[in-house]
């Protein structure tokens, strides 16, 4: 009797538990075709993350090759940055040797300049400016100043003492005239290099005229070397608006 009881119970249980999965299986299929879709869903989202992934790592490469490239350029620019300051530096360096260039041939000019011009050394000149006096006799050789300059290239003439001064080392040639006028007195100089009496010119006067005496000299003169004219004592000189009483000189070459 137990026996048939428990054969009876379980058959009622296994009775409902029939049913109940009979109930349950239209949830089950539910369940099955939401597994599907997730299943399908995550296969396409593994599919776009690789096909992602690729693209990044694509893009990293990219990235790289970009990167790469900008170092490349920064490389290229620092190079023609300095490149440039070479350039530039050595623009400046030829600048300033230009500049010491024609500073030196500049001065190589002045200098030239400045020998050129004493090498040109050339005067004339007579006693009086103005007015037609007569000059002695005096007691004593007394230098005469010939005022009336015509010519005085270089300088080297001196209107003030009558004396020329030699610039340089050279040879020089000198003239000078002496007139007399009237019958009191004769004419009479000296052609004289610093104290030393080079050459003389003398004229006695005639009765009742004028006199005339030159002379002339090639010196060999060192610089400051000085050549002027002096009256003798005791003998008069002559000049006027005419110009009788002259002194020249000029440079013939340097030595």
Do not use: W
């Amino acid at each position: 009797m137990k026996v048939l009881v428990l054969l009876m119970l379980v058959c009622s249980v296994y009775t409902n538990e029939i049913k109940t999965l009979s109930d349950q299986q239209p949830c089950l299929q539910d369940v099955h075709a939401a597994l599907r879709e997730i299943t399908a869903s995550l296969t396409e989202t593994k599919v776009e993350m690789r096909y992602l992934q690729a693209e990044n790592k694509d893009q990293q490469t990219e990235a790289e090759t970009l990167k790469k490239q900008l170092q490349d350029q920064q490389t290229e620019a620092e190079t023609l940055k300095k490149q440039l300051q070479d350039q530039q530096t050595e623009a400046e360096t030829l600048k300033k040797q230009l500049q010491e260039q024609a500073a030196n041939q500049q001065t190589e000019v002045d200098e030239l300049k400045k020998q050129l011009q004493g090498k040109q050394v050339a005067f004339s000149a007579s006693l009086l400016a103005s007015g037609s006096p007569t000059i002695g006799p005096l007691s004593q050789h007394t230098p005469l100043v010939y005022k009336h300059v015509v010519t005085n290239i270089g300088n080297t003439y001196s209107p003030v003492t009558g004396a020329f001064t030699a610039p340089l080392k050279g040879a020089y040639h000198f003239e000078m005239y002496i007139h007399g006028h009237g019958s009191s007195y004769d004419t009479a100089a000296y052609l004289v290099k610093n104290t030393e009496n080079i050459f003389f010119a003398r004229e006695y006067q005639p009765s009742g005229g004028g006199q005339s005496a030159s002379n002339g000299a090639t010196l060999l003169l060192e610089a400051g070397d000085v050549v002027s004219v002096h009256l003798r004592a005791g003998y008069g000189v002559y000049d006027d608006t005419d110009h009788y009483t002259t002194f020249s000189g000029h440079l013939l070459f340097t030595m």
